[in-house]
């Protein structure tokens, strides 16, 4: 049976548009990971999701998914291997050997914190340790936290936690940041901030939740040192999970992120370029394949909140409807 929509990824962008695309009587179907949920599911309180004061990363999935179902929206538990495009069908290989037939289709397959692998760091996710300043600085009011990391996103992270905490540190590996020098400017004339020079994470110290960190130092002939922390956020990048669109003709940025026609309509603009191939810049969120649209996380490096993803996920699917209605499919 060939499918109308075909929905890669079951985190908040994907189930948003798949309870859109339900209701629109196009019946879609999600492949949504062999691990379904995206970042969420590994969020322990969420306090920042509009109508709940308090939930579980986990069980805010679960309520959207099962919400998304109600109306008709068909769950796989798969990953997908690669996408086919042809003239007039697409073709999504799961890894498990399907295939899948389908007019348009959805990427919403999110991106992730690029961790530290310690194995006392992924025990502790949840319980002080985060990748999200945004989403858990407000639990550590008047706290002292560490951040990971030298480049823009380590120094975002910083500030954000400086509205928050009594004092951060900055662990940084090298002897000079990456950073720009206006968010450099800023973190090193903050007063609740101290730069760890020349310092890495060797161990994530605490049972159920984060006492601290044993610092090796790179100068001192790898000397470990152990700094006391109520909470630790890892700051060294994200990345999509896009290695599947691989000679699928979607292109992405040097970072892996999906370009849609919204970013490469901005890119022109920047460099002075009139729109260019192959980008059908008729519809928003859609990607350099006809048919093909991308939201949430997999083209965002900037917010990945689970707001934004699902406001992308809502705006991709209605998109979707527009560009089959149109196509008359």
């Not at 990824?9 to 189930?15: D, F, H, Q, W």
């Not at 901005?266 to 969120?285: E, N, V």
Request: with cysteine; net charge neutral; glycine share 10%.
């Amino acid at each position: 049976m060939k499918e109308k929509v075909v929905v890669i990824g079951g985190g908040p962008a994907g189930i948003a548009a798949s309870l859109y695309l339900a209701r629109a009587d196009l019946s879609p179907l999600i492949i949504a990971g062999s691990v379904p949920g995206g970042q969420l599911t590994r969020t322990s309180e969420v306090e920042n999701y509009p109508g709940f004061e308090s939930i579980l990363g986990p069980e805010l999935v679960e309520r959207m998914r099962n919400h998304a179902e109600k109306f008709g929206s068909r769950f796989i538990n798969a990953n997908v291997k690669t996408i086919l495009p042809h003239e007039k069908t697409l073709h999504v290989i799961v890894e498990n050997g399907q295939r899948h037939e389908t007019d348009s289709i959805l990427i919403a397959t999110g991106a992730d914190a690029i961790w530290l692998n310690l194995p006392s760091e992924e025990r502790l996710r949840g319980k002080g340790v985060s990748a999200c300043a945004t989403c858990d600085g407000f639990f550590f009011r008047q706290k002292t936290v560490g951040v990971v990391g030298g480049g823009d996103t380590a120094m975002e992270e910083a500030l954000t936690l400086a509205k928050f905490a009594k004092k951060i540190y900055i662990i940084h590996r090298r002897d000079s940041f990456r950073a720009s020098k206006i968010m450099q400017e800023r973190v090193l004339k903050n007063p609740k901030i101290e730069v760890l020079w020349n310092n890495e994470v060797g161990e994530v110290l605490g049972e159920n939740k984060v006492e601290g960190v044993k610092l090796q130092s790179k100068v001192q002939g790898l000397t470990s040192n152990v700094l006391q922390l109520d909470g630790l956020f890892i700051a060294i990048g994200h990345k999509p999970t896009t290695d599947f669109l691989k000679n699928t003709g979607i292109l992405l940025d040097e970072k892996g992120y999906v370009i849609t026609s919204g970013v490469a309509a901005w890119k022109g603009a920047q460099q002075s370029l009139s729109p260019i191939a192959p980008f059908d810049f008729t519809y928003q969120f859609a990607t350099s394949v006809a048919g093909v649209f991308a939201a949430g996380d997999v083209i965002d490096p900037y917010f990945r909140q689970a707001a934004t993803a699902v406001g992308m996920g809502v705006a991709a699917a209605l998109e979707i409807e527009r560009y089959l209605r149109e196509h008359s499919l």
